[in-house]
């Protein structure tokens, strides 16, 4: 089974700061890892994803993120936040399997742009 | 491309009336997902089709619920005598199979109100 750990359940941060937001995950199998962004009363929308090769993958809005496979980590990072950026950011793990790949979601962490 | 549409995007229901929602994955896509999402959690996988069939179901899919895909197009999910524990956005997604990583794109979601 997986299971994902999402350490800060709210970030506050001013705009034009860095941010970064953890992601612990917990497997028995191989994994691929995903962030996904969900704006007030949208669906889930993918920021970037590991599937392997180069642990740094970098995603849309300028987002990236590193993949530790040693302390079994994938945090966000952002060197510069805008307004826009406020939102509901998840975490989420599936199996590396050609068959079903549902995603098993952190808690989430909902980060907030200070002007 | 116009996306995964669900409808209808709020229901609002009496305990022990059913409800069915429809989602309508993007036209290329064979495998279509549920994902149900409480207030403050992430999105928690409930079942998984390939085509028509329905290949996995989570234990979170009690009795009353139930999930259906003809033809291997729409899909549509069904709770009878609904309890107020089922209130919650349902989600679906949908994706292509093969080496993807399993991407999956989602739809705005039905946001289920049960008074």
């Given at each position: 089974?997986?299971?994902?750990?999402?350490?800060?359940?709210?970030?506050?941060?001013?705009?034009?700061?860095?941010?970064?937001?953890?992601?612990?995950?917990?497997?028995?199998?191989?994994?691929y890892?995903?962030?996904?962004?969900?704006?007030?009363?949208?669906?889930?929308?993918?920021l970037?994803?590991?599937?392997?090769?180069s642990?740094?993958?970098?995603?849309?809005?300028?987002?990236?993120?590193?993949?530790?496979?040693?302390?079994?980590?994938?945090?966000?990072?952002?060197?510069?936040?805008?307004?826009?950026?406020?939102?509901e950011?998840?975490?989420?793990?599936?199996?590396?399997?050609?068959?079903?790949?549902?995603?098993?979601?952190?808690?989430?962490?909902?980060?907030?742009?200070?002007? | 491309?116009?996306?995964?549409?669900?409808?209808?995007?709020?229901k609002?229901?009496?305990?022990?009336?059913?409800?069915?929602?429809?989602?309508?994955?993007?036209?290329?896509?064979?495998?279509?997902?549920?994902?149900?999402?409480?207030?403050?959690?992430?999105?928690?996988?409930?079942?998984?089709?390939?085509?028509?069939?329905?290949?996995?179901?989570s234990?979170?899919?009690?009795?009353?619920?139930?999930?259906?895909?003809?033809?291997?197009?729409?899909s549509?999910?069904?709770?009878?005598?609904?309890?107020?524990?089922?209130?919650?956005?349902?989600?679906?997604?949908?994706?292509?199979?093969?080496?993807?990583?399993?991407?999956?794109?989602f739809?705005?979601?039905?946001?289920?109100t049960?008074?």
């Amino acid at each position: 089974a997986q299971s994902v750990t999402q350490l800060d359940s709210q970030v506050p941060v001013f705009e034009e700061a860095p941010v970064e937001l953890r992601c612990n995950y917990s497997s028995s199998v191989s994994v691929y890892l995903f962030w996904y962004v969900q704006y007030p009363n949208q669906g889930l929308q993918l920021l970037l994803k590991y599937l392997s090769g180069s642990t740094l993958v970098k995603g849309i809005n300028g987002f990236e993120a590193e993949f530790n496979k040693s302390q079994t980590s994938f945090h966000l990072r952002k060197p510069s936040v805008h307004i826009s950026d406020t939102a509901e950011y998840f975490c989420a793990v599936s199996q590396r399997s050609a068959g079903a790949n549902n995603l098993f979601f952190g808690t989430g962490t909902r980060l907030t742009v200070i002007p | 491309d116009t996306g995964v549409s669900q409808n209808p995007r709020h229901k609002i229901t009496k305990r022990g009336q059913n409800v069915t929602f429809r989602c309508d994955p993007i036209s290329e896509h064979n495998r279509l997902y549920w994902y149900r999402q409480t207030l403050g959690q992430g999105p928690e996988f409930l079942t998984y089709f390939q085509n028509e069939a329905q290949l996995e179901k989570s234990r979170l899919l009690s009795d009353r619920f139930s999930a259906e895909r003809p033809k291997g197009s729409f899909s549509t999910l069904e709770i009878q005598r609904t309890e107020q524990g089922d209130s919650a956005m349902y989600l679906c997604a949908s994706s292509g199979s093969g080496g993807t990583g399993g991407e999956q794109y989602f739809g705005p979601g039905t946001r289920l109100t049960v008074t």
